[in-house]
Nanobody, 126 residues
Framework: VQLQASGGGLVQAGESLRLSCVAS????????MGWFRQAPGKAREFVAA??????????AVSVKDRFAISKANAGAKKMVYLQMNSLKPEDTAVYYC??????????????????WGQGTLVTVSS
């Protein structure tokens, strides 16, 4: 499984940005895909996740009502998006997409994700 994240950039507070993640290889509909972020000097934290089968979503409290995760199929590849609205300076971080195999629930723990993309930098200026 290969994950490729894109869409990061520099925006001002209050603006929007959409991140994309392309998942290729042996990724099954039973997988869950998520977004994490890591700010300088901080631990990697969960942002949002979506199941590829039913489309169930889970959000971190800090982004709920501002961010939206969605999915789409692109041939043999899976696409996952993170629409980020009303961005704040504290949203500044490197954002990573990740995937985990079926474990019966959506995980918010980085250690339970099996595959990771390379990260895309989001910078929000005040």
């Amino acid at each position: 499984v290969q994950l490729q994240a894109s869409g990061g950039g520099l925006v001002q507070a209050g603006e929007s940005l959409r991140l994309s993640c392309v998942a290729s290889g042996r990724i099954f509909s039973s997988y869950t895909m998520g977004w994490f972020r890591q700010a300088p000097g901080k631990a990697r934290e969960f942002v949002a996740a979506i199941t590829l089968s039913g489309g169930s979503t889970v959000y971190a409290v800090s982004v709920k009502d501002r961010f939206a995760i969605s999915k789409a199929n692109a041939g043999a590849k899976k696409m996952v998006y993170l629409q980020m609205n009303s961005l704040k300076p504290e949203d500044t971080a490197v954002y990573y997409c990740a995937a985990h195999r079926y474990i019966g629930s959506v995980s918010e723990l980085p250690g339970q994700y099996d595959y990771w993309g390379q990260g895309t930098l989001v910078t929000v200026s005040s």
